[in-house]
């Protein structure tokens, strides 16, 4: 399995971005795509995930309305938009992967998977200047 993340950059606050995870090794049947982010000094969090198997699909909160996350299947490409950027979206933001051990998983995924992954990207910095 290996996932790819590219689209990163600077970006004025109210931007947009469009992330991709181009993904390889796996059929997007047997795995749920995760994107999760780290920002300087805090905790990385689990922030979208999406399951082209059951259609399942998940926002934390905070970036609900704002980022939209998609697959095309025959491009093996997961996308994360991200709208009205702010700040606080300052991260380098991470493409995973996790075995669909439910359905529908990503609705489960923050409460009985607790945000897990089994594969992991390298990352991509999103950068909003205050």
């Known amino acids: 399995v290996q996932l790819v993340e590219s689209g990163g950059g600077l970006v004025q606050a109210g931007g947009s971005l469009t992330l991709s995870c181009a993904a390889s090794?796996?059929?997007?049947?047997?795995?749920?795509i995760l994107w999760f982010r780290q920002a300087p000094g805090k905790e990385r969090e689990g922030v979208s995930c999406?399951?082209?198997?059951?259609?399942?699909?998940y926002y934390t909160d905070s970036v609900k309305g704002r980022f939209t996350i998609s697959s095309d299947n025959a491009k093996k490409t997961v996308y994360l938009r991200v709208n009205s950027l702010k700040p606080e979206d300052t991260a380098v933001y991470y493409c995973?992967?996790?075995?669909?051990?439910?359905?529908?998983?990503?609705?489960?995924?923050?409460?009985?998977?607790?945000?897990?992954?089994?594969?992991w990207g390298k990352g991509t910095l999103v950068t909003v200047p205050s």
């Open positions: 995973a992967a996790a075995l669909l051990a439910a359905d529908p998983y990503c609705t489960r995924w923050p409460t009985d998977f607790n945000y897990g992954a089994d594969y």
């Open positions: 090794g796996f059929s997007f049947d047997d795995l749920a």
């Open positions: 999406i399951s082209d198997s059951d259609g399942s699909l």
